[in-house]
Nanobody
Framework: QVQLVESGGGLVQPGGSLRLSCASSVDIKSIYQLGWYRQGPGNVRRPVATIRNTGGTDYAKSAEGRFTITRDNAKNTVNLQKNSLKPEGTAVYFC?????????????WGQGTQVTVSQ
């Protein structure tokens, strides 16, 4: 069982920056893929950025060049640095961890953290 706890959300002005952090209850080296997803009001949950335990990363088009996802193996955290924030980025951001078991991959989710981009 993996527990993920997000932190760092809040209110930020357009053009500002925010750093989200997600703490894992287990050694993140055992988690194949960690990622950040967002869900706006009335929308489905969509990936923002993911990072594999090999270090490979993927970003949504809207995040490329503005967001950076990193893993800190010593602290068992995955972080998302968000720069040049836009109002359309207002959403609940969820941390996700994908673990490979012999029976297949299981996804774990945090409880989410609200990010509001507004004047």
């Amino acid at each position: 069982q993996v527990q993920l706890v997000e932190s760092g959300g809040g209110l930020v002005q357009p053009g500002g920056s925010l750093r989200l952090s997600c703490a894992s209850s287990v050694d993140i080296k055992s988690i194949y893929q960690l990622g950040w997803y967002r869900q706006g009001p009335g929308n489905v949950r969509r990936p923002v950025a993911t990072i594999r335990n090999t270090g490979g990363t993927d970003y949504a088009k809207s995040a490329e060049g503005r967001f950076t996802i990193t893993r800190d193996n010593a602290k068992n955290t995955v972080n998302l640095q968000k720069n040049s924030l836009k109002p359309e980025g207002t959403a609940v951001y969820f941390c996700n961890g994908g673990v490979n078991y012999t029976s297949g991959r299981k996804n774990y989710w945090g409880q989410g953290t609200q990010v509001t981009v507004s004047q």
